[in-house]
């Protein structure tokens, strides 16, 4: 069964500010490039909840996916 995610980081849009990783890091990890990416944690998260971490970031690199077919 794939994973199914509901936030993604936009990979050309993360300037790599940490600021996602700080205030979640259940759900984000830094990679190996400097860019955030959601760690396996990052699903089954709230709506509201969803709204706010995208919110979050000052690069709008956090998107809000329902399913993983992208
Ligand atoms: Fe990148 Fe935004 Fe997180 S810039 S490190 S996705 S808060």
């Given at each position: 069964?794939?994973?199914?995610?509901?936030?993604?980081v936009?990979?050309?849009?993360?300037?790599?500010?940490?600021?996602?990783?700080?205030?979640?890091?259940?759900f984000?990890?830094?990679?190996?490039?400097?860019k955030?990416?959601?760690?396996n944690?990052?699903?089954?998260?709230?709506?509201?909840?969803?709204?706010?971490?995208?919110?979050?970031?000052?690069?709008?690199?956090?998107?809000?996916?329902?399913?993983?077919?992208?």
């Amino acid at each position: 069964m794939e994973y199914m995610a509901i936030i993604k980081v936009d990979k050309n849009k993360c300037i790599g500010c940490g600021m996602c990783i700080s205030l979640y890091p259940d759900f984000f990890k830094m990679g190996a490039d400097g860019k955030a990416r959601t760690t396996n944690g990052a699903k089954d998260i709230d709506e509201n909840k969803v709204k706010e971490i995208v919110a979050s970031c000052p690069a709008a690199a956090i998107k809000k996916t329902s399913d993983d077919s992208s």
